[in-house]
Antibody, heavy 116, light 113 residues
Framework: QVQLVQSGAEVKKPGASVKVSCKASGYTFTSDYMHWVRQAPGQGLEWMGIISPWGAPPTYAQEFQGRVIMTSDTSTSTVYMELSNLRSEDTAVYYC?????????WGKGTTVTVSS | QSALTQPASVSASPGQSITISCTGTSSDVGGYNYVSWYQQHPGKAPKVMIYDVDNRPSGVSNRFSGSKYGNTASLTISGLQAEDEADYYCCSYSSYTSSRTRVFGGGTRVTVL
């Protein structure tokens, strides 16, 4: 079954970091890019960045430069998104999504809540 | 970079047609044929409805169509059905800051009256 399975919900304090995982199955992991997209409560979609599972350097949205790191582990077909120095505005659902010019397969999302 | 511009809401009766616009710049929508559209129902992950401006993925109803003119892309839903009530987002490849970035529109809430 072709799917992306994301890690569970997280609650973090301001200033902390969070690392969200996204495990791919049912297709060749290195055949396509992976995006990270987030959605704050009641808000729209926000593109965070794109990573090549085969190891090319990721590209991050300017808004997250210096705070986000995206990595890939081909041995487990898993990509990771780590966001540091969390603030309340980072409270959102974080999605991984497969694709290059468009996103054809999405994970169910990981809720990250930032609260003191 | 600013989000692409979409109307906040569009509404119509069942059977009617609607068109959602998505306006960007020559660095994104106008510069590349890499506009995609996503449908999102409440509490669900987005689903691609149109890619590369006017291509429909397998399994998506032919009531959905896409187009582009200049810096504005459009999604048209014909024969509107109750199940089409959802939020819709456009997305474009962008070279505004560097290569391989993407930018979403602010989203449009479609209401079936």
């Amino acid at each position: 079954q072709v799917q992306l399975v994301q890690s569970g919900a997280e609650v973090k304090k301001p200033g902390a970091s969070v690392k969200v995982s996204c495990k791919a199955s049912g297709y060749t992991f290195t055949s396509d890019y992976m995006h990270w997209v987030r959605q704050a409560p009641g808000q729209g979609l926000e593109w965070m960045g794109i990573i090549s599972p085969w190891g090319a350097p990721p590209t991050y949205a300017q808004e997250f430069q210096g705070r986000v790191i995206m990595t890939s582990d081909t041995s487990t077909s898993t990509v990771y998104m780590e966001l540091s120095n969390l603030r309340s505005e980072d409270t959102a659902v974080y999605y991984c999504a497969r694709g290059s010019q468009y996103m054809d397969l999405w994970g169910k999302g990981t809720t990250v809540t930032v609260s003191s | 970079q600013s989000a692409l511009t979409q109307p906040a809401s569009v509404s119509a009766s069942p059977g009617q047609s609607i068109t959602i616009s998505c306006t960007g710049t020559s660095s994104d929508v106008g510069g590349y044929n890499y506009v995609s559209w996503y449908q999102q129902h409440p509490g669900k992950a987005p689903k691609v409805m149109i890619y590369d401006v006017d291509n429909r993925p397998s399994g998506v109803s032919n009531r959905f169509s896409g187009s582009k003119y200049g810096n504005t892309a459009s999604l048209t839903i014909s024969g509107l059905q109750a199940e089409d009530e959802a939020d819709y987002y456009c997305c474009s490849y962008s070279s505004y800051t560097s290569s391989r970035t993407r930018v979403f529109g602010g989203g449009t809430r479609v209401t079936v009256l």
